[in-house]
C-alpha cells in the first residue's frame, strides 16, 4: 500500500542553524502539506501546497520557513533559523485530487533545538 | 470548547468491550475524519465521513456525525490490545478550506 514518507526521523539541531525536512508523498498525489506537533499539543496545519505554490498557510509559517517541490518526488520544509520553540514532531501529508479531502500522514521528523 | 475536542480525554477498556470516543466543533464542516496516533508516531488514517453523511462503517469502526449538534462519535467494537492510541478528529471547512482542524484526542488504553 503506498504511504508517505519521510527523512530524517529524528532531527537535533542548535538553535540558530538551518533545517531541511524531507518528504516524499504517495506517487499519484497532487496536494501537499505540513503539520507539526508540539509534545504534548495539538496537531497544527502549517501550509498547504499544490501546483508548485503555496495554497495557504498559518499564523506559524512565518518568513523563517519555506516550502518546495525541488522534482517529482519530494516536498521539502525549511526553517532557516531555527528556534527552540521550532522543536516538534512535524508531518507531512498528502492527498489526491478530486474526491474528497482524505490527507495521509507520514510517519513525521521529530526536530529537537537545543 | 475549541473546534475539534474530543472526549473522554482518557478512556480504559477491557479488551472485547467497546469503546467509544466523542468529538465536538464550532464551524461548519465539509469533512470529519478521525486518525489514530500510536505513542510518539505517525497518523494514521482511519475515516472520513462526510458533512452530509450521518453514520459510515468501516471494518470494527462505526463513525456517526450529527450536523446539528456540531458532533461526532468513533465506535470501535470488539476492541484487541492493539488499538491502544491516541484518537484524533480533524474536521476541514467550507468552501474548500483545506487545512485539517485537530482536536486534542482521546488516548485509549486496552487492557488484556
Known amino acids: 500500500e503506498p504511504e508517505v514518507t519521510q527523512t530524517p526521523s529524528h532531527q537535533v539541531t542548535q538553535m540558530g542553524q538551518e533545517v531541511i525536512l524531507r518528504c516524499v508523498p504517495i506517487s499519484n498525489h497532487l496536494y501537499f502539506y505540513w503539520y507539526r506537533q508540539i509534545l504534548g499539543q495539538k496537531v497544527e496545519f502549517l501550509v498547504s501546497?499544490?501546483?508548485?505554490?503555496?495554497?495557504?498557510k498559518s499564523e506559524i509559517f512565518d518568513d523563517q520557513f519555506s516550502v518546495e517541490r525541488p522534482d517529482g518526488s519530494n516536498f521539502t520544509l525549511k526553517i532557516r533559523s531555527t528556534k527552540l520553540e521550532d522543536s516538534a514532531m512535524y508531518f507531512c501529508?498528502?492527498?489526491?485530487?478530486?474526491?474528497?479531502?482524505?490527507?495521509?500522514f507520514g510517519p513525521g521528523t521529530r526536530l529537537t533545538v537545543l | 470548547s475549541q473546534q475539534g475536542e474530543e472526549d473522554p480525554q482518557a478512556l480504559s477498556i477491557q479488551e472485547g468491550e467497546n469503546a467509544t470516543m466523542n468529538c465536538s466543533y464550532k464551524?461548519?464542516?465539509?469533512?470529519l475524519q478521525w486518525y489514530r496516533q500510536n505513542s510518539g508516531r505517525g497518523l494514521v488514517h482511519l475515516i472520513l465521513i462526510r458533512s452530509n453523511e450521518r453514520e459510515k462503517h468501516s471494518g470494527r469502526l462505526r463513525v456517526t456525525l450529527d450536523t446539528s449538534k456540531k458532533s461526532s462519535s468513533l465506535l470501535i467494537t470488539a476492541s484487541r490490545a492493539a488499538d491502544t492510541a491516541s484518537y484524533f478528529c480533524a474536521t476541514d471547512g467550507n468552501f474548500g478550506n483545506e487545512k485539517l482542524t485537530f482536536g486534542t484526542g482521546t488516548r485509549l488504553t486496552i487492557i488484556p
Open positions: 464551524t461548519s464542516i465539509n469533512n
Open positions: 501529508a498528502s492527498r489526491a485530487s478530486g474526491g474528497y479531502n482524505e490527507q495521509f
Open positions: 501546497f499544490y501546483n508548485n505554490e503555496i495554497s495557504e
